[in-house]
C-alpha cells in the first residue's frame, strides 16, 4: 500500500492503494465516483475512458502510481449539469440506448474535439473507434460529435 | 373512438386518494394472446401476461408513472410512460417516471424480452390513462356543477368553455379520488395522438451524460464486500480441489470457499441454467485487491459426470442430458454434417415435397452454418446481495425479475415476500440477463460470508461462462420445374444444442410442397435467447437461399419474395401461417421505393436486400457495401419497418440503428470457438465487435404508417440485416458465404 494525492476534476484527494490499482478502481471503489466505466480491462473497449492532463487515456489500465501530479477529469467532472458541449450535444441527438459506454465515448469525444475541434468523418471513426458500443449507436455519436464541433469556441 | 370496458373478467382499476392529498390508480390487465404469438420463442403460458401498474397524480400536479419493466436501453422508460400519458392527455413535461422495484403484484409480468414491453403494455396504459382523465373530468364537473361532456382537457388542464373555467389536474386530483371508476371509457384514434408517435428525449438522458450511478455495477452499500468467482476453465469440468493459502494472504482478501448455484438433482426452472454447479469464490474488499488475489488460487478441475434432470419450464416438462466430454468447434462442425444427414424430426409438411423433389427439373441445395455468439453486454454481468435467514435483497441489472424471485425462492428457501428485487439500469441485455444464475451466485455468497456483497465479473468471467447464441446449421432445397417454377421447399436445420427452424414462417404457406425438419445435438456448453433467438439465424439462412434461388429461375430477388407473398396472401397453403402476408409485402414494396431498388448500381457497390418476420414485426433492409481494402464495408442501408404504431419515433429509428449496426457486427465478425471444452476467446482483443469506422456512413429508417396496435422493435430488425449482408456480399465478390462470421471466409488482404 501506499499513499497518494490526486487531482480528479480539480479537487485533491488522498488515497492510500496498492501502487498497481488502475485508476479505474481508485475512482470507482475508493472514491465512489461510478461514472466511469469498466467493460475489458485491458485497454479494448473504451468504457473507461478519463482525461489525464487533458488527453483521453484508459483508467483501466493506468496504475495509480503512474498518475503523479496529472490532473484527472471523469465523465463526472466534464460537467455536473450537463453543460459541457458534447453532454449538450449528445442530450439534443438522444445518443445512447443503454447508456453504459457513453460516459467513456464522451471522453473520447471531449479529447477529440480539444485536440482537433473541427475533426472530419474520417478523423472522428479513426479517434473513436477504441469505444465500442453494442448497441450500435455509432451513428448518433458522429452526429454529436459534429454537433458539438459546431459550438466549439 | 375506441370504448373499452374496464371492469371485465381480463381487467380492473382501482382508485384511492393518496396521503397528503392527490390521485393514485392501480390497474390490472390480463393479457390475451393467441398461441401463435405468445412471446414467440419462449412459449411463456397466458398467466405472464397480467399487466398491472399505477399513475400518481399530486396536488402539485406531479404525474409520476412507474416503469414496470427494467430498462436496458429499448427505452421502455420512456415509452411506455408517454402511453399513458397521451391518454390522459397530460403535459409531458409534468410527467416524471421511476423505475418499477420488482413488485409482481403491483406491476404483473415486469419481463423485459421478446419484444413484449410495448406490446403488452398498450392496451392496458392506454385503459389506465383513459380512466384516470375521464376521473378527473367528473371532478371537474362535480366541481363546477356543469355537466361531464362539457368538460374538456388539453395538455393536463381540464376546461369549461363556457363559464370560462380551467383547472390543472393537480388542483382535481384529490377530487377525482373520491370519484366512482368509469364503467366504459373512451380512448383516442391514433390521428388524435399529439404524445405517442411524437419524438421525446430519453427520460434518464442527462443522469447518462453526467455520468449518475444507474447501472448495476455502480450500486454500492455501506459494509459491502466485493466478490468475485472462479468457474472451471472449460465446459464438461468442474471443480476437484483447491489451495486458497496465497490467495488468503492478500492484502483486502477477506475469505475463500465455495458455492453451489444449483442442488443437483433438483429441477430446472424457467431462465434457470446449468453451465457450471460449484463455484470458488473470493470476496474482499476493494475490487483490484479481488481481482488480483483470485490469480493467486491454485486449483485442480476434473471431468464432469453425464447429468439427467427434468426441465420444467413454461409448461413443458421433460428429461435433459448433459454429456460429458470436452467439446472442440472443430469437431462440432463434423458432428452436425453427420446429424444433417440422419432423419429429422418432422416439423411441417404441405403437399407432397417428396414428389416435388423427385419430379424436379432443377434442385438447389445449400447448407449455411453460424457460430456461438457471446453476448457481450458491455456491463459485464454483476448483482448485489444481501442475505440474512430472514430475508434477502438484489440489487442489480436482470430482464426477467418474476422468474428470478421463483428461482431465488426455490434456492433460498424464503418465502417471495421476504425477497426483495431493484432492477437498475443495464448496460445491455440482448436476453443474456434473463437468466440469473449471477443473482443466485450473489446471493449465496452473501449468504455464506454473512455480509453484503457484490458480485462482478470480469469480462473474462463474462465470455467464458456460457449461455451463447447456439451453433446452427441449416440445408435448405428448392426443387424448380422446367419452366422455372418453384414447386417444393425443404428446410432441415439443427443446431448444438437446440434446432433453429421456425417451420410456421414465410416461405411455409407460399409453396404448395413444404416440408421442415429440425435435429439437436446435446452440449455441456450452455446457450440462451440472444436478440431474436434462432430468427437471427433463420433470417440469415433462409434471405441467402431465396436470393439464390431467385437467381437460378432468373427474377430479381424482391419481385421474386413478392411473388411468394402474394401466393401466400390469396391462396395460403396451410393453416398454420405466423405471418401476415399482406404487411410482408408492405415492407418489401417500401423498401424497393425508398432504396430506389433496380436503379443501376455503381461499380464499386452492390446492393442486397433480405426481409424478416418475427417477434410479431416486419423488417427488411437493403445494404449498399463497398470492398475496402479487400475487406467487405456496409457504407448505405435503407430499412423499413412495420411494427404498428411507433411510440416514440426518434428512439425507434436509433434502436433500428442500432439494430442495423449490430447485425453488420455480428455478421461480418461474431464468433466464439471452443477447443477441450475452453472457450478460445475470451476479450475484445480476440472476439471482434464492430467498432466506429466499421458502421455505415448512413442508415435510413422509415416506418409503415398505420394504426395497427405496436409489436416488436428491439428484436425484428436485426436477424434480416445478416441476410442483406450476405446477398450483397454475393454481388460484390462473386462468391457465395455460406459460414458466419462472413470474413472469416474473406481472403486477408
Known amino acids: 500500500m501506499a499513499k497518494y494525492s490526486l487531482k480528479v476534476n480539480g479537487k485533491t484527494q488522498q488515497i492510500d492503494v496498492d501502487p498497481s490499482t488502475p485508476i479505474l478502481w481508485v475512482l470507482r471503489d475508493h472514491l465512489n465516483m461510478p461514472g466511469t466505466k469498466f467493460g475489458c480491462g485491458m485497454a479494448m473497449c473504451g468504457a473507461c475512458t478519463v482525461h489525464l492532463n487533458g488527453s483521453a487515456v484508459r483508467s483501466c489500465s493506468l496504475p495509480v502510481s503512474a498518475v503523479g501530479k496529472q490532473v484527472i477529469t471523469t465523465i463526472e467532472g466534464l460537467s455536473a449539469n450537463g453543460t459541457h458541449p458534447v453532454q449538450k450535444a449528445w442530450l439534443e441527438h438522444d445518443v445512447a440506448q443503454c447508456g453504459y459506454c457513453q460516459s467513456g465515448q464522451m471522453m473520447s469525444a471531449a479529447a477529440l474535439l480539444k485536440d482537433n475541434p473541427k475533426p472530419s468523418d474520417e478523423e472522428i471513426d479513426t479517434y473513436m473507434s477504441g469505444n465500442i458500443c453494442r448497441c450500435g449507436t455509432y451513428l448518433r455519436i458522429k452526429e454529436a460529435i459534429k454537433t458539438a464541433a459546431k459550438t466549439n469556441p | ?749
Open chain 2, 1 to 749: 373512438m375506441e370504448y373499452m370496458k374496464t371492469q371485465s373478467r381480463r381487467s380492473f382499476l382501482k382508485s384511492s386518494a393518496l396521503s397528503g392529498g392527490g390521485l393514485i390508480l392501480s390497474f390490472t390487465w390480463l393479457s390475451s394472446f393467441k398461441s401463435a404469438d405468445k412471446m414467440a420463442d419462449l412459449n411463456l403460458p397466458e398467466q405472464w401476461n397480467e399487466l398491472t401498474g399505477y399513475i400518481k397524480i399530486t396536488p402539485d400536479n406531479i404525474i409520476k408513472i412507474m416503469c414496470p419493466n427494467p430498462e436496458f436501453g429499448q427505452n421502455v422508460m420512456t415509452s411506455l410512460p408517454m402511453i399513458i400519458a397521451e391518454e390522459l392527455d397530460a403535459n409531458w413535461k409534468n410527467v416524471v417516471v421511476e423505475m418499477a422495484i420488482h413488485d409482481n403484484v403491483k406491476f404483473g409480468g415486469q419481463f423485459t424480452g421478446g419484444s413484449q414491453s410495448v406490446r403488452t403494455y398498450w392496451k392496458p396504459l392506454r385503459n389506465a390513462g383513459a380512466s384516470a382523465r375521464q376521473m378527473l373530468r367528473e371532478a371537474a364537473a362535480q366541481t363546477w356543477n356543469v355537466a361531464v361532456e362539457e368538460i374538456t382537457t388539453k395538455s393536463g388542464v381540464l376546461f369549461h368553455e363556457k363559464s370560462g373555467k380551467s383547472a390543472n389536474y393537480g388542483e382535481l386530483a384529490s377530487k377525482a379520488a373520491t370519484i366512482p371508476l368509469p364503467k366504459v371509457i373512451k380512448t383516442k384514434i391514433v390521428k388524435d395522438f399529439s404524445i405517442v408517435s411524437k419524438s421525446k428525449k430519453n427520460v434518464e438522458g442527462i443522469k447518462i451524460v453526467t455520468g449518475k450511478p444507474l447501472f448495476g455495477l455502480d450500486y454500492r452499500q455501506e459494509g459491502m464486500l466485493i466478490a468475485m468467482i472462479q468457474h472451471p476453465p472449460a465446459f464438461g469440468m468442474k471443480l476437484k480441489s483447491y489451495d486458497a493459502s496465497l490467495t488468503l494472504k492478500m492484502a483486502g482478501i477477506k475469505d475463500v470457499f465455495t458455492i453451489k448455484v444449483y442442488e443437483e438433482g433438483s429441477e430446472r426452472g424457467a431462465f434457470e441454467t446449468r453451465t457450471f454447479n460449484e463455484l470458488l469464490v473470493v470476496v474482499g474488499k476493494t475490487t483490484w485487491e479481488v481481482m488480483n488475489a483470485r490469480k493467486k488460487l491454485k486449483v485442480i478441475w476434473e471431468p464432469i459426470a453425464e447429468t439427467k434432470e427434468i426441465l420444467n419450464a413454461f409448461g413443458r416438462k421433460q428429461e435433459e442430458i448433459t454429456p460429458t466430454g470436452l467439446e472442440s468447434t472443430i469437431a462440432q462442425v463434423e458432428k452436425m454434417k453427420e446429424y444433417a444427414q440422419k432423419p429429422a424430426k418432422l416439423l411441417r409438411k404441405d403437399g407432397d415435397p417428396e414428389a416435388a423433389f423427385k419430379n424436379a427439373t432443377q434442385v438447389i441445395e445449400r447448407t449455411y452454418n453460424a457460430p456461438f455468439l457471446a453476448h457481450n453486454c458491455m456491463e459485464p454481468m454483476n448483482f448485489f446481495a444481501h442475505v440474512t435467514d430472514e430475508k434477502a435483497l438484489f440489487v442489480g441489472p436482470l430482464q426477467a425479475p418474476n422468474f428470478a424471485e421463483q428461482t431465488l425462492v426455490r434456492r433460498f428457501g424464503l418465502s417471495a415476500e421476504k425477497i426483495e428485487i431493484q432492477m437498475t439500469r443495464m448496460g445491455g441485455g440482448f436476453g443474456r440477463r434473463a437468466y440469473p444464475h449471477y443473482m443466485v451466485e450473489a446471493g449465496l455468497i452473501s449468504q455464506k460470508a454473512k455480509v453484503p456483497i457484490k458480485l462482478i465479473y470480469t469480462r473474462e468471467d463474462d465470455m467464458t461462462y456460457g449461455i451463447y447464441r447456439p451453433m446452427y446449421t441449416a440445408t435448405y432445397r428448392a426443387a424448380l420445374d422446367a419452366n422455372k417454377n418453384l414447386i417444393g421447399f425443404h428446410v432441415k436445420g439443427g443446431g448444438i444444442p437446440e434446432n433453429p427452424v421456425h417451420a410456421n414462417r414465410f416461405p411455409a404457406g407460399a409453396v404448395d410442397n413444404y416440408l421442415a425438419e429440425g435435429w439437436e445435438i446435446p452440449s455441456n456448453i450452455t446457450i440462451g435467447a440472444f436478440r431474436a433467438p434462432r430468427s437471427n439465424f433463420n433470417a440469415a439462412a433462409e434471405q441467402s437461399f431465396l436470393d439464390e434461388v431467385a437467381e437460378a429461375m432468373g427474377k430479381d430477388p424482391i419481385e421474386f419474395r413478392l411473388n411468394l407473398l402474394k401466393r401466400a396472401k390469396e391462396n395460403p397453403v396451410g393453416k398454420n401461417n405466423d405471418y401476415d402476408a399482406g404487411r410482408y409485402v408492405g415492407v418489401l414494396e417500401l423498401l424497393k421505393d425508398k432504396s430506389g431498388w433496380g436503379k443501376p448500381e455503381n461499380s464499386g457497390k452492390k446492393r442486397g436486400v433480405a426481409a424478416y418476420f418475427c417477434h410479431n414485426s416486419y423488417a427488411g433492409h437493403v445494404v449498399d457495401l463497398v470492398m475496402k481494402d479487400g475487406q467487405p464495408y456496409v457504407e448505405h442501408v435503407t430499412s423499413v419497418i412495420d411494427c404498428g404504431v411507433v411510440i416514440n419515433p426518434d428512439a425507434a429509428i436509433n434502436m433500428v440503428q442500432g439494430a442495423v449496426v449490430d447485425g453488420i457486427g455480428n455478421a461480418f465478425y461474431g464468433a466464439l470457438t471452443h477447443k477441450e471444452g475452453a472457450t478460445e476467446q475470451s476479450n475484445f482483443h480476440n472476439y471482434r465487435m464492430i467498432r466506429h469506422n466499421e458502421a455505415p456512413k448512413k442508415i435510413e429508417v422509415y416506418f409503415i404508417q398505420n394504426d395497427i396496435d405496436p409489436s416488436g422493435l428491439g428484436e425484428p430488425p436485426f436477424p434480416p440485416v445478416f441476410g442483406a449482408v450476405a446477398n450483397a456480399l454475393y454481388k460484390s465478390t462473386g462468391k457465395r458465404y455460406y459460414n458466419q462470421p462472413f470474413t472469416s471466409e474473406q481472403p486477408k488482404s
